[in-house]
């Protein structure tokens, strides 16, 4: 209910010295208003017996029918002139109820009150008191009736009636004297309460913003207390517990830094999993391999973390056995191959497991590579060296005897030695090229001029093959820091396959634009070095059989050709040289297919 303990101690008391005054307030006023009320019942009751004895000898006994009465106008007349000493209204009535007199109005108009509670109560007991509205001043009024009595018997009866106006008014004022006074006092009290109160929870607000120092990490903050009672108690044990904190703190903030110095360095993923299986630390390279972020997943449970049911069930095997556990995981999502271990942390940490990660997938990738290497390089020697073979047997045989004949099996031999020449070329200007052996004369060149060089070779290529070949790209293009032949060679390489795989009556499309925002988005793919508005970017499309999306990430890789390219011929390397050529520009190369719709190779090259 109360936000502070200030506010505990200074409103209640306020409130207790405020409901006081005003309940001693109300309770004056009742005991002064009944005061009042009992005075002027006294001086109506001396009043009364006044005027009663003034009338009495105007009255005629009751006992003596026929005796004289004074007219109603002299009873007028008397309760006027007495209502004008006494100050109230005087009324005089007769024993049958009728109104004699009065000083307020006119006793023809007024009906019989005999029915009156305080003629009543005077019929029975000689006086009679009410407290009642009345009709005829339209005010509360306060009525005392007597009985005149003439030898023994009641002749008449007096009443004497006074407004309360004024009583309520003087009550009124004694109200609003006391309520003033309450207010004051409860004013004054208040500020003698907000100052005990501040007083006294000084220290607990020292004491409070101290601590959210401490929260915050300083520890250097100290209390002074100024008294020597339990608070001041309570600041030297704070005292005391900071200085104890901070030096703990310290030491395990620095057995931390060099626990997470050691995990930072490693080149495995760690996480470390509490017994209730939440995460207590996750390095650097373990975010890097789930994609997770140490500070988002800290404090969630494994399975929140890091995803994978297979994580979970060997971090169960390994509580409940309590020895080491490992299997290999593949991460689709991320398309990576793990090797994955848990431990337990027992008996130093019981319940506690931690979780290696060894990122296998440069090593099976490796191992991908090598392998499709030697099965591609197989078969590309395998054809010519068979053919090789069979044609040096057939001679060996007697085609030799048969000049025509042999010198046809020679050509054949020759373009078999040609082959497995070029093959062995492309294969060392490869490893050149990735040993950065070969050094690019790089000078600055029209995109318009590689893009017509290439085209110019193997125009005639294309005709023979039905094909179209456009060329789009305008002459105002910054010019491009390169080697023209390279580039050419790239070009002519990636012309030659859209021809070789194009359809007759299929259409080429060679292009060349400044790289922009718009291009980005449709290349959809990462640049390299290669930034909007300062490179060129190159593009072949061609409207051939496409790239099946299983072969699409791997036709850059040495001898790896699709199903459809290997009934084509070629060694497999044109696409491994044209990739390492463009990255020794500073450049990207990629390329997107539909199957049987086509493909579109893309390389970006920085601007001069």
């Known amino acids: 209910m109360f936000r502070t303990i200030q506010q505990r101690i200074a409103i209640p008391y306020l409130l207790l010295i405020l409901v006081s005054m005003l309940g001693l307030g109300l309770y004056l006023s009742r005991q002064a208003r009944q005061s009042y009320l009992a005075n002027l019942q006294a001086s109506l009751a001396v009043q009364a017996s006044l005027i009663g004895d003034a009338i009495t000898p105007h009255l005629a006994p009751p006992a003596q029918p026929g005796a004289l009465q004074p007219p109603a106008a002299d009873f007028q007349s008397l309760a006027e002139r007495w209502a004008a000493i006494t100050n109230a209204r005087v009324t005089i009535i007769s024993t049958s109820g009728i109104v004699l007199g009065d000083s307020a109005r006119d006793p023809g108009e007024m009906e019989n009150h005999l029915n009156r509670p305080e003629i009543q109560q005077a019929q029975r007991s000689g006086t009679g008191t009410a407290l009642r509205f009345s009709t005829t001043t339209a005010m509360n009024t306060l009525y005392h009736a007597i009985a005149v009595k003439v030898n023994g018997e009641t002749a008449a009866y007096v009443r004497l009636g006074a407004p309360l106006e004024r009583i309520e008014q003087d009550v009124s004022a004694l109200q609003r004297a006391l309520v003033s006074v309450a207010l004051l006092a ?3 009290a208040g500020l003698a309460a907000l100052w005990i109160a501040a007083s006294t929870t000084q220290p607990l607000r020292q004491l409070t913003e101290a601590a959210r120092r401490m929260a915050t990490g300083d520890f250097q903050g100290r209390i002074n207390p100024t008294t020597s009672d339990e608070i001041a108690d309570l600041a030297r044990a704070f005292n005391h517990l900071s200085a104890r904190l901070a030096a703990r703190i310290q030491e395990l903030e620095s057995e931390r830094s060099k626990l997470s110095a050691v995990l930072d360095e490693m080149s495995d993923g760690v996480v470390i999993v509490d017994p209730q299986g939440r995460v207590v630390i996750l390095n650097a390279i373990a975010e890097q391999i789930f ?70 997938t440069r090593t099976r990738y490796l191992e991908t590579v090598r392998r499709d290497f030697i099965s591609n390089l197989s078969h590309e020697l395998r054809t010519p060296l068979a053919s090789l073979k069979a044609l040096t047997e057939t001679l ?16 054949r031999i020759e373009t078999e030695v040609d082959a497995l020449s070029q093959m062995v070329n492309e294969l060392l200007e490869l490893a050149r090229i990735e040993s950065g052996k070969i050094p690019l004369k790089m000078r600055p060149v029209s995109p318009l001029e590689i893009i017509l060089a290439a085209v110019d070779r193997l125009r005639l290529q294309a005709e023979r093959a039905g094909l179209e070949v456009k060329v789009n790209c305008p002459p105002d293009l910054p010019q491009i820091l390169a080697d023209p032949l390279r580039l050419e060679q790239v070009l002519g390489n990636l012309l030659h396959n859209a021809i070789k795989f194009t359809p007759a009556g299929g259409q080429i499309i060679l292009s060349a634009s400044l790289l922009d925002t718009s291009s980005l988005n449709a290349a959809n793919a990462p640049l390299g070095g290669c930034e909007p508005n300062a490179a060129v970017l190159f593009t072949v499309e061609d409207t051939g059989v496409g790239i099946h999306p299983d072969d699409l990430p791997r036709i850059f890789e040495r001898f790896y050709k699709a199903d459809r390219a290997r009934s084509s011929g070629g060694t497999g390397l044109g696409l491994a040289i044209a990739r390492h050529t463009i990255e020794a520009h500073s450049g990207r190369i990629w390329a997107q297919s539909v199957e049987g719709q086509g493909s579109t190779f893309y390389f970006c090259i920085p601007v001069a």
């Open 186 to 188: 409860s004013l004054l």
């Open 291 to 360: 994609n997770v972020e140490a500070a988002a997943v800290m404090g969630n449970t494994l399975a929140e973390a890091l995803r994978h049911h297979q994580i979970v069930e060997l971090w169960q095997q390994t509580l409940s056995s309590g020895e080491l556990h490992s299997q290999p995981l593949e991460l689709s999502a991320n398309r990576l191959y793990l090797q994955a271990a848990a431990l337990p942390m027992a008996p130093e940490n019981p319940g506690y497991v931690i979780l290696f990660f060894q990122n296998l």
């Open 396 to 411: 060996q045989e007697g085609a030799l005897d048969d000049p025509p004949a042999a010198r046809r099996f020679l050509q």
